[in-house]
Structure formats: structure tokens, C-alpha cells
């Protein structure tokens, strides 16, 4: 397998286009015989929503799942390519997993809150890689409840059980979470399908907040949100990339009529 050209890194900024975080090159994924993702090439870019969009059964979540290796996990997983983060393959037998999902984290779309304090959620994953005293505590539950805006909600119930909290609040308590332990990557697969239309909103300011600091995958089944806040789009259907760009670029004048007819139809006849 050769190695990609190393990645570049680039501090935020408002160019159109911005160096990839993430490298998939020629990237397959079988499930036994079921071959989900077929020869996938795309860079996620840094500093921007990477909106993925396509039809149930596309590869959507099993591509952003491959890229914190959430597939191993799956007895009959295999697969043939590369991942590259910031020029390291990612997929390669000497990588620490635990270790690559504290710089890549995961939001999914139910929120997975422990049956714990919201405190204790918070802490979850930070406490685990590093000894902290009782203010270092405070503090990050304070800091990342005030990034995800739930500060103000929940600063009087930080020790009631997180199971308490509203579907949105605990959505964006996992985002806390997953914040917690300072990531260069946030994976959201359709984070906001279970919510109702404010909480959708929440979380749509917050991934706009968010992007200022972290690169953003977000894999989402609704047109509209894709067209409000992606950057770079990604279309797939059938397990390949049918067309990448601007939003701009492939809602107004898209390369491929199947791209046309999914994002202004809804309709996919891909082969």
C-alpha cells in the first residue's frame, strides 16, 4: 500500500476551499459478502461541515464509522484501502484505537448518555487518560456545557441523572462529551433525526459554532439541513461517491444529473 502525500495543516480561515483533515483513498468495506462501500476517494476538509448526503443503504454511516474504526468492532468486517489523518494511516495494525477516538470522536444518532450525573458524563472520557483534581473537574464540566450551550439549562442539575435531561439536551451533552477530550475530528451520524425542529436547530448553531475549532463530518438524510449548513458536500448512493463540492457548486450547478435529481428531487436512480 503507498503512502499519500502528508497532509498540510491549515489554521482556520474563510477560504472556499480548505486542506483535508482526513484522506480516504480507494477505500472498500465488505460486510461478509455485502460490499458496502466501493472505491471511495475523498478528503475531508479542516475547519469545515463535511455534509454527507444520499439515500438509506448508501454507506453514509459505515463510511464515517470506518473512520474511528467503529467497524472492527463487527465480526464479519473487512476491508481494502487507506485512511489517512494527517498523513498517518489510520487503519494500520500498530494504531492505538482507544487512543485515535479521543482526536477522532463520535456523536451518534440517538444520544448515548451513561445513567450517570450530567457531571460524570461530561467526564467521561477525559478522566479516563488523565488524573484531574476536583477544579481541573469543574472547570471542564463548565467549559464544554458552556461550548455545547447548555450551561444556563442544566449549571443547577449537574448532579441529577442525565437521563433526566430533554432528547436535545442530551444530544448536545454527548457533543460535550466528545468535546471533553479535545478532538481534531467530530463524527455526527444524522444527530438530529430524533429531535424536534428547535433542538434541530440547536444543534445545527452549535456544529456552526463548532467548525471554527474542529473538523466536522455530519451524515444527515435531510435536504435542507445539508443545504443550510454544509460546506462541502458529499453525494453518495450505492456504496460510491457520486459527486463532492461547494454546496453552492452542487445544488445550483451539479456535474451529474443523478446529483441534480437527489438534491432537488429527492429522487436517486443511481447504477
Known amino acids: 500500500m503507498t503512502h499519500s502525500t502528508r497532509l498540510r495543516i491549515v489554521q ?30 475523498v478528503g475531508l476538509q479542516e475547519y469545515r461541515i463535511n455534509c454527507i448526503v444520499g439515500p438509506s443503504g448508501s454507506g453514509k454511516s459505515t463510511l464515517i464509522r470506518s473512520i474511528n474504526r467503529m467497524n472492527d468492532e463487527a465480526a464479519d ?23 485515535l477516538r479521543t482526536v477522532i470522536g463520535m456523536v451518534f444518532q440517538k ?13 467521561f472520557g477525559i478522566q479516563h487518560l488523565k488524573k484531574l483534581s476536583r477544579q481541573e473537574k469543574l472547570q471542564i464540566v463548565e467549559d464544554h456545557l458552556k461550548s455545547t450551550y447548555l450551561w444556563k439549562e442544566v449549571s443547577h442539575r449537574l448532579h441529577d441523572n442525565a437521563v433526566s435531561l430533554s432528547i436535545g439536551q442530551q444530544q448536545r451533552l454527548c457533543i460535550a462529551r466528545a ?9 455526527l451520524d444524522e444527530p438530529t433525526s ?18 471554527q475549532k474542529y473538523t466536522i ?6 435536504i435542507q439541513q445539508a443545504q443550510r449548513v454544509a460546506d462541502h458536500l458529499i453525494f ?10 461547494t454546496k453552492q457548486k452542487l445544488f445550483s450547478t451539479p456535474e451529474k444529473d443523478q446529483t441534480r435529481k437527489y438534491l432537488n428531487e429527492e429522487y436517486c436512480d443511481c447504477e
Not at 484501502?81 to 484505537?97: F, P, Q, R, T, W
Not at 463530518?217 to 435531510?222: D, E
Not at 453518495?236 to 463540492?245: D, K, L, P, S
Request: proline share 6%; aromatic share 8%.
Open 194 to 211: 430524533s429531535l424536534d425542529p428547535v433542538s434541530t436547530r440547536a444543534i445545527e448553531d452549535l456544529m456552526l459554532e463548532l467548525k
Open 217 to 222: 463530518v455530519f451524515v444527515t438524510h435531510n
Open 12 to 41: 482556520p480561515g474563510i477560504l472556499p476551499e480548505a486542506a483535508p483533515a482526513v484522506n480516504l483513498e480507494d477505500f472498500h468495506v465488505w460486510f461478509g459478502e455485502a460490499h458496502i462501500l466501493r472505491g471511495i476517494d
Open 179 to 187: 468535546l471533553a477530550v479535545k478532538p481534531k475530528v467530530i463524527l
Open 111 to 123: 444520544p448515548c448518555v451513561f445513567p450517570k450525573s450530567v457531571s460524570e458524563n461530561v467526564l
Open 77 to 99: 468486517y473487512s476491508f481494502k484501502g487507506a485512511i489517512y489523518v494527517n498523513g498517518e494511516n489510520i487503519l494500520d495494525k500498530s494504531v492505538n484505537v482507544a487512543r
Open 236 to 245: 453518495m448512493c450505492n456504496g460510491r461517491i457520486i459527486e463532492q463540492g
